[in-house]
């Protein structure tokens, strides 16, 4: 299963074994926890998604790797962050239930962790809460919010994590950010509800998932032309045409067409500003 696939598991389940899971009481980290959901019979292999910012990332990847390894091993999830050099990546959690919370435990403790250790460097006295940004398909994003926002509503109420579904799709994708915000206790609870929700109401029709795009390539210039550097290529770029006309624009202010410049009777300005524009802006425009 590719990283961005999103496998959720069937809707046919007993809907007492649904509910069995999102009744359980806070939960302790390690063991009892483990039990507790055991005891739920609940044991559905899904996927789930997260949005994390570089430096979140980090923090979970840990000393060569040393972190998520050991998350992988102690929750007994899969747990993939995805390639590349983006200011956002996506962390992948695949499992049964009980391995993905437990998982989802250690990313909240240890997002928490980070919190405390920073907060011994700086003079603020109330701890800010622990977030995650989950990303949903959004054709579930209705039953996750609710009639009239009553289960979104429900789910705040008795976890106590603030909750918020984004308004507009990412970039790209047919997938929404889920907000979750809140104590590591009422984040695992939250994201229990959530998956209850998710393994009732499965998306419906294709799902195009969220993928975070490269942090921006450095443009260079060169004979007139503008170039992006990919791997050991340079790539002409687009917007070659209207980065120079700008480039050209910011550099000489020049006068209206065919005019020469008044502070210089008869002169007229250098080649590389004004005739170059000139020309730009004709291809550019397709006068």
Known sequence: MGEGDAFWAPSVLP??????LSHHPQPQFGRRMESKVSEG????????RLLMHGKEVGSIIGKKGETVKKMREESGARIN??????????VTITGPTDAIFKAFAMIAYKF???????????P??????VTLRLVVPASQCGSLIGKGGSKIKEIRESTGAQVQVAG???????????????????IIQCVKQICVVMLESPPKGATIPYRPKPASTPVIFAGGQAYTIQGQY?????DQLTKLHQLAMQ???????????????GEKLPLHSSEEAQNLMGQSSGL
Do not use: W, Y
Request: charged fraction near 15%; include cysteine; glycine fraction near 4%.
């Open 81 to 90: 962050i995805s390639e590349g050099n983006c200011p956002e990546r996506i």
């Open 168 to 186: 507009d799709m990412l970039p790209n994708s047919t997938e929404r950010a889920v907000t979750i915000s809140g104590t590591p206790d009422a």
């Open 234 to 238: 340079a790539i002409p770029h687009p």
């Open 251 to 265: 550099q000489t202010p020049f006068p209206p067409l065919g005019q020469t410049n008044p502070a210089f009777p």
């Open 15 to 20: 809907h007492s074994t649904l509910s069995a």
């Open 41 to 48: 019979g609940l044991n559905v292999t899904l996927t789930i």
């Open 112 to 122: 928490e962790e980070d919190i405390i250790n920073s907060m011994s460097n700086s």
């Open 124 to 129: 603020a006295t109330s701890k800010p809460p």
